[in-house]
């Protein structure tokens, strides 16, 4: 697909700025009224999801060019999904984040490219991850845990933890943890250690269309070779990207892909996890947006008047994982869950994705700083989250702010539950 | 002016009115004078009887600088809005008083100015509707007069907005060309728009400028109104008055639900003595009404209507008891003596003779401005401790309370009655009056309606809104020959 | 050179606008700023751009707002501000330059005694309301839906909603407000130019409110409002409530006391019966009619497209067209009580039929739908975009005849495959302020992306205006085009005339774009181009047409010289 399959999604925009609002059934507050960041941020129209399929459409006919501030507005989106999930409410016929989808790819043809996202790409070619650490350390985390090797020992679960996971020093308690969870268990589990590499979901997400087919070609192939039937991850970023991105460029995985908060799930739902100790605590949930909205699976393109098509193609985010999770908390004796306004579907997004962490620091923390101060209104002790990307922004926006709220995993409470040490 | 001046004006005058309908005897005169002898005698009086009379008069007035001055009611003319210049032309409207239509379907009428409130009940109860009335109006009050300055209507829940219940009116700017407003504008004429369902209900407009507005509330300064459209309401087949007799600061916590609900028609809340005087007719039956009262009465009417009248009544009456209960007052049926029965023909038409604010002591001075709810209570102190001050007897001013936008804004009236055959008493009166004009308008009282005295005052406030309001009248009346020196438009 | 031959703006007016709202609050960047060209709405044009502004800013508060303002009016430059900015009104003339006031999004002050709220322009109706549901208090919502700006309905577009039986209309709800001149003085109108209180906005003397705007506002054509104390209405449940779910998904329950039902009337005639006494029982509190065939292609335009073919199906859904909508809110059982059995009485005496939509599920979506007012872009899902004609708000009976005439219209394009077939006669109707007026539109749909469409809109919207001249309504929304004004001045009492006075008043260079206010140019984005037309209407029908209804009220003396 290109920019120009989507013109008329783009002539039909109606302008009518839902894009920019919480569906409005489920606007439960003027703070917290709004859904997309950028525009929230950054105010001109252009910055919202219509704005963007405004732009991409002057560029298409001629009215503009690509420029350098252009591609600046483009890239200033985490891709969350939000403005798509308001629009689809009174739309059938507009996919809103394919366009924004190809409008990256129309900056990197046209070279329009952020030199943050540059270097970034050399990290990738260098050492397979977005971080610039080497890849021979990426396998580090699992020392001593003594999962399986995927390369060479048989597995029933393929366990994927991505990139910050795997590097992440502040983090590696939780995947570790995760691990040890799974095992629990029962589940025989492996992992490609110092063999996996990023899933590729960034590049994508950047318009790289050639290096993402070429990582989720490498994905599939160690998937294949693994004969592991189940692909578990807890990177919700990596998530979304095998259940959405992998199939609609033909690399679908030939297993089941979970991620940890719907395997843990059906482990306590059929009583292979125990969870025990009561962990007392009030918290609040994020949804990540890849976990939520952004992992709805890809089914198939659909030719023509996108308002004929079956329902069962139009990405709306109801298909997320939203139950799992909250399920999970729900176990746990002693946890009590106050939602915030915007849960769900409708989630505001932690400020991470999209390349804004890369690009525009400054506007992540802000956007996770916006998410903290709505989790802080609930009363909640702590915040509680399924994605690393959303933690690290979180703790650090956190740290920066003066924001006094602790971010834990899903599986760090789980964990205590279960007196797993 | 000149005696030849004068008779040449006459002349012209008679020229578009006929010679009869040109007066300047001074008996005549007078009667458009304020009551208290201060100010001029204009110099003659005209009296149209439609508006190509009315226009040509204005088309006179551009031409050779005369200053008209538009009136429909009868005298007395307490206020001073119509109070003449020397040398002005008063232009009586009050022989223009055909109520043109009365639609029962669609609740409304058709006006002139010179049509008074009594009449328009009494026509309008006919077909089963019912005229919404400010307190007591005066035997001789325009309708039209009363709606174009906008005076508080005593139902608050009809009254959606600042404007009514006047609705489309056709009138003649200052410049001598004639306008309709809102729906009536056109296309077509009244007969046409009749004939295709209008009946000239929207105010607004046409397009993009409210010229109704324009022309409400300007004391006769941006043009004449020649006919109005005014909303009328279902006459209720079960009505019922009562009354909650308590202190200002329970009836105001009991106020703000009924009136959020809109529970309530007529909802007003008078002292003592506004109350008697209000309800009696002499002045002893007043005093000795308004001694019995402590504190403020409530007088608030109940309806229903068409269908199910009395369920409708029964409904409110329980629910209104609920919210007096919390409120800790008490619904009745009289006030000390004074029975619902008695309140109702008292509310129902204009007041009789004396007029009630007369009733008292023979003269008033009314103190009027916007305020809310909530903020009456320091006015009626402050208004207390300046009688006080000033040694005018507390029982002798009237505090009317009037909620008006479904009770968002108050009305805020004190009525300071004096004897005006004692040129003490009136002198008393008078130096209170100013002085508590000027307190209420420091405490922030919202004089929207600046009569006389008040304009500068009220004015100084607000140099940006002159300027607009200037702006304004360049359009209307470019040549300032419409009731001259009023509000803030006085000469250089 | 005139202002609107400046396509960019000189550096050093750049740099000076720059200085008042920050680097961050500025943009001339093309594709940014085609993000303000974007207008499909009520456009006529098939491309659906409006010109390109020459650069966008930001004001963050009034004072910057005066001073953006002033800088135009130093250097001659086309100015428009907007606050939600939909509709092709919103567009500034290529050259000038764009007002987005998004950044003045806060709620003032809420009083919920005295039932007023003060907002800035970028403060929306659901964002308002949302403050208000637990405090037992609710605002008008617009029929633009409930993402529109509450400002810029009360000071400066139109305002009708499906809540005027209870909560009446956006301009009708204003108080004080707050202005910024076009020559960027400071206006602060009633009440709160004398003590900075916001419960009163007419007066002294004359209301300003009525040079501010009519029937509808200037749309940006006389100088930019930024602040505005809006009227706030009874809600008579208890908050708001949480359920899950965002359209047809979204089952919540409805709250005590508060009802929604159907009422199919059996024809116009019935419709208009009831109507009148629904009014004067006085007991509405949200109502519209809502023809079947607009809810069937909101929820399931699949099916409403397929639909035309099965005429048996069509005819069953014509035959419940005249359906209103219609919620009652009581504050105790005993009035719920009266309420239903009013509403009920006056449907049996109308030959009306009532359906409880409470006891189905789709009642809680309707009920919120409507409470929320997050039904109206339901209207884009059917082909992508609508029209609307007429606007007219006068009495029931014009209404319903006005209403006729439309569907009449309609249903010839229709016919030849020129816009969407809504399957039924589609007026957007509701009675305002407890029956004193009624609100009437007759809705289009249609798919911006189909040039015939487009067409076939234009050639409605045009014989619409004819029919409502020959029918003595206004023109309703279609006098935002400046022909159309230059048109039917003359029919109604020549008021553009006046209205051109005031804005050379109050605007003396003519810097705020008039183009949907005053102006009669002829601009090609909003033309109505008659004679390129294709509709129904001979000339010379046309022509007396207008003849008969040119005014009574004779034309300004100062035109006639």
């Known amino acids: 697909m290109a920019l120009t399959d989507y013109v008329r999604d783009m002539r039909g925009c109606s302008r009518c700025s839902s894009c920019k609002w919480v569906p409005f059934n489920q606007v439960k507050s003027w703070r917290n009224a709004m859904n997309c960041p950028a525009i929230t941020r950054f105010n001109f129209h252009a910055y919202s999801g219509s704005g963007k399929m405004n732009m991409g459409l002057s560029h298409l006919q001629g009215r503009s060019e690509l420029t350098e501030g252009a591609a600046d507005i483009i890239y200033h989106c985490q891709l969350c999904g939000a403005c798509e999930v308001s629009c689809k409410v009174y739309r059938d016929d507009i996919d809103l984040t394919d366009v924004l989808l190809e409008l990256r790819a129309t900056c990197v043809e046209e070279g329009q490219l952020m030199v943050e996202h540059m270097a970034m790409l050399d990290f990738l070619k260098r050492d397979d991850n977005p971080l610039g650490e080497p890849k021979s350390t990426r396998g580090d985390w699992t020392e001593g845990l003594g999962l399986k090797d995927i390369n060479r020992e048989p597995a029933d679960v393929m366990f994927h933890a991505g990139c910050r996971f795997s590097y992440d020093p502040d983090l590696r308690e939780i995947v570790r943890g995760t691990a040890r969870l799974l095992q629990s268990s029962g589940a025989v589990v492996g992992v490609a250690g110092g063999e996996e590499s990023c899933c590729g979901g960034r590049v994508y997400e950047l318009g790289y269309r050639g290096e993402a087919a070429n990582y989720a070609e490498d994905m599939l192939s160690r998937v294949k070779a693994s004969g592991a039937t189940t692909l578990v991850t807890g990177c919700s970023d990596c998530y979304a990207h095998f259940k959405y991105a992998y199939p609609r460029i033909g690399k679908e995985l030939p297993v089941e892909v979970l991620h940890v908060t719907e395997y843990l799930d059906r482990a306590i739902t059929e009583g292979r996890l125990r969870l025990r100790d009561s962990v007392p605590m009030k918290v609040t949930y994020h949804d990540p947006c890849h976990l939520g909205r952004m992992s709805e699976p890809f089914i198939c393109d659909w030719e023509g008047d996108k308002l004929l098509r079956p329902m069962s193609l139009k990405r709306t985010g109801k298909g997320g994982i939203y139950d799992p999770p909250r399920r999970v908390l729900s176990s746990i004796p002693g946890v009590r869950l106050e939602e915030m306004e915007r849960i769900r579907e409708y989630s505001w997004c932690c400020g991470a994705g999209g390349g804004v962490l890369e690009c525009d620091p400054e506007f992540a923390a802000w956007t996770a700083g916006e998410r903290l101060q709505e989790a802080i209104s609930t009363g909640a002790e702590a915040m509680v989250t399924a994605c690393p990307w959303c933690e690290r922004l979180f703790k650090d926006a956190a740290g920066e702010s003066g924001l006094d709220l602790p971010v834990y995993d899903i599986t760090q409470i789980v964990l205590r539950s279960t007196g797993t040490r | 002016m000149a005696v030849k001046a004068v008779e040449d004006l006459k002349e012209r005058l008679a020229g578009i009115v006929g010679e009869t309908s040109v007066n300047d005897d001074r008996n005549d005169l007078l009667q458009y004078a304020r009551p208290d002898g201060d100010g001029h005698l204009p110099t003659c009086v005209v009296r149209p009887v439609n508006p190509e009379q009315v226009t040509a008069l204005v088309v006179l007035a551009n031409e050779t600088g005369l200053n008209l001055v538009p009136v429909s009611s009868g005298p007395p003319h307490a206020r001073g809005g119509t109070a003449p210049e020397s040398g002005a032309v008063m232009v009586d409207l009050s022989a223009m008083d055909r109520i043109v239509r009365m639609d029962r379907r669609n609740k409304v009428a058709i006006v002139e100015p010179g049509v008074t409130f009594g009449r328009l009940a009494s026509e309008a109860s006919k077909v089963g509707l019912k005229a919404l009335m400010p307190l007591l109006p005066r035997q001789r009050k325009s309708v039209l007069a009363s709606y174009l300055e906008r005076e508080p209507i005593i139902i608050p829940k009809y009254h959606w907005d600042a404007t009514d219940p006047l609705l489309c009116m056709e009138v003649v700017f200052g410049t001598g060309d004639m306008f309709r407003t809102g729906s009536a504008a056109g296309p077509g004429s009244l007969e046409q728009q009749w004939e295709h369902g209008e009946a000239q209900k929207n105010p607004m407009g046409p397009g993009q400028t409210d010229f109704g507005r324009l022309v409400q509330g300007a004391q006769g300064t941006m043009g004449i109104v020649t006919w109005g459209s005014v909303k009328l309401e279902v006459m209720p087949s079960e009505h019922r008055i009562y009354f909650v007799n308590d202190s200002l600061e329970r009836l105001i916590e009991f106020a703000y639900p009924v009136l959020r609900r809109k529970m309530a028609d007529e909802f007003l809340i008078l002292d003592g003595t506004a109350f008697a005087t209000t309800m009696r007719g002499g002045a002893a039956e007043i005093g000795d009404l308004a001694g019995r009262i402590p504190g403020y009465v409530l007088v608030l009417g109940i309806s229903g209507?068409?269908?199910?009248?009395?369920?409708?009544?029964?409904?409110?009456?329980?629910?209104?008891?609920?919210?007096?209960?919390?409120?800790?007052?008490?619904?009745?049926?009289?006030?000390?003596?004074?029975?619902?029965?008695?309140?109702?023909?008292?509310?129902?038409?204009?007041?009789?003779?004396?007029?009630?604010?007369?009733?008292?002591?023979?003269?008033?001075?009314?103190l009027f401005f916007l305020t809310t709810l909530d903020r009456v209570p320091a006015f009626t102190a402050a208004m207390e401790s300046l009688a006080q001050e000033h040694g005018h007897p507390v029982g002798e001013i009237g505090t009317y309370i009037q909620p008006i936008q479904h009770g968002r804004t108050v009305h805020l009236e004190f009525d300071i009655y004096f004897d005006p055959g004692s040129a003490k008493d009136a002198a008393r009166a008078g130096g209170l009056f100013s002085a508590a004009a000027k307190a209420c308008q420091e405490m922030g009282g919202f004089f929207s309606r600046p009569y006389g005295p008040w304009a500068d005052m009220a004015f100084e406030a607000c140099p940006d809104t002159v300027d607009a309001l200037l702006k304004v009248k360049r359009v209307l009346d470019p040549r300032g020959v419409m009731n001259r020196n009023k509000l803030c438009f006085k000469e250089a | 050179m005139k202002p609107e031959e400046l396509q960019k703006l000189p550096p050093e007016v750049y740099k000076e606008l720059e200085e008042v709202v920050g680097p961050e609050n500025i943009s001339e960047e093309p594709a940014l700023l085609d993000g303000y060209a974007w207008q499909p709405t009520f456009n006529s044009s098939p491309d659906l751009w409006v010109p390109r502004c020459a650069a966008a800013v930001l004001p963050g508060s009034t004072e910057e707002v005066q001073a953006v303002v002033r800088i135009c009016n130093k250097h001659n430059i086309l100015y428009k501000a907007h606050s939600t900015g939909w509709g092709t009104f919103n567009a500034v003339k290529a050259g000038g330059i764009v007002l987005d006031m998004r950044r003045m999004n806060r709620i003032v002050e809420?009083?919920?005694?005295?039932?007023?709220?003060?907002?800035?322009?970028?403060?929306?109706?659901?964002?308002?309301?949302?403050?208000?549901?637990?405090?037992?208090?609710?605002?008008?919502?617009?029929?633009?839906?409930?993402?529109?700006?509450?400002?810029?309905?009360?000071?400066?577009?139109?305002?009708?909603?499906?809540?005027?039986?209870?909560?009446?209309?956006?301009?009708?709800?204003?108080?004080?407000?707050?202005?910024?001149?076009?020559?960027?003085?400071l206006l602060q109108m009633g009440s709160l130019g004398s003590h900075g209180t916001w419960f009163s906005g007419d007066g002294p003397g004359p209301s300003l409110r009525g040079a501010m705007r009519g029937w509808c506002g200037a749309f940006g054509g006389l100088g930019v409002f930024t602040r505005v104390a809006v009227k706030i209405f009874n809600w008579p449940a208890n908050g708001d409530h949480r359920s899950e779910g965002l359209m047809f998904d979204y089952l919540p329950p409805l709250p005590e006391n508060l009802k929604v039902f159907?009422?199919?009337?059996?024809?116009?005639?019935?419709?208009?019966?009831?109507?009148?006494?629904?009014?004067?029982?006085e007991i509405g509190y949200i109502q519209c009619r809502n023809a079947l065939g607009m809810i069937l292609g909101g929820a399931l335009p699949r099916f409403q497209r397929k639909l035309p073919g099965v005429p048996a199906m069509v005819e069953m859904l014509k035959s419940m067209q005249f359906c209103l909508t219609h919620i009652i809110a009581a504050n105790s059982p005993r009035e719920l009580a009266y309420q239903e059995k009013a509403l009920r009485a006056i449907a049996l005496d109308s030959e009306a039929f009532v359906l409880d939509m409470g006891q189905l599920p789709l009642g809680g979506l309707l009920f919120w739908g409507l409470v929320k007012d997050s039904l109206p872009p339901l209207i884009f899902r059917i082909g992508g975009q609508f029209s609307s004609v007429f606007g007219h708000d006068e009495t029931w009976d014009s209404s319903i005849l006005l209403n006729r005439v439309g569907q009449e219209i309609k249903q010839k394009w229709i016919d030849r495959d020129g816009m969407i077939d809504d399957l039924a006669d589609n007026a957007w109707m509701f009675l305002q302020e407890d029956g004193m007026w009624t609100h009437c539109e007759e809705l289009i749909l249609y798919d911006p992306r189909e040039e015939k469409h487009v067409r076939s809109v234009n050639n409605a919207i045009a014989e619409a205006m004819i029919s409502a001249v020959e029918h003595c309504q206004g023109p309703g929304f279609m006098l935002l085009n400046p022909m159309v004004r230059r048109m039917l001045s003359p029919m109604m009492s020549h008021y553009n005339f006046w209205t051109k006075k005031l804005k050379k008043e109050f605007d003396p260079l003519g810097l705020s774009d008039d183009v949907a206010y005053c102006s009669e140019e002829d601009v090609e984005e909003a033309d109505i181009d008659l004679e390129n037309m294709t509709f129904d209407i001979p000339p010379e029908e046309l022509a007396r047409i207008f003849e008969e209804r040119i005014s009574v009220i004779p034309a300004p003396r100062e035109m006639a010289q």
């Not at chain 2, 009745?332 to 619902?340: E, I, L």
Request: aromatic fraction near 8%; glycine fraction near 14%.
């Open chain 3, 262 to 281: 159907m009422v199919v009337f059996r024809d116009r005639g019935s419709f208009a019966e009831g109507m009148y006494k629904i009014g004067e029982a």
């Open chain 3, 110 to 185: 809420i009083d919920e005694k005295n039932m007023y709220a003060v907002v800035e322009p970028y403060v929306s109706g659901i964002s308002l309301q949302a403050e208000l549901l637990s405090r037992g208090l609710n605002c008008h919502m617009i029929g633009a839906g409930c993402g529109a700006s509450l400002l810029a309905s009360a000071t400066s577009g139109v305002g009708d909603g499906w809540d005027g039986i209870s909560m009446s209309y956006s301009p009708r709800n204003v108080l004080g407000v707050e202005w910024v001149l076009p020559d960027g003085e």
């Open chain 2, 305 to 366: 209507y068409e269908y199910f009248p009395g369920e409708r009544v029964t409904y409110l009456v329980n629910d209104m008891a609920d919210l007096a209960k919390e409120a800790g007052v008490a619904l009745t049926r009289s006030a000390a003596g004074v029975d619902h029965l008695e309140a109702e023909r008292a509310l129902s038409g204009p007041s009789g003779e004396p007029y009630y604010k007369h009733r008292m002591k023979g003269g008033s001075r009314d």
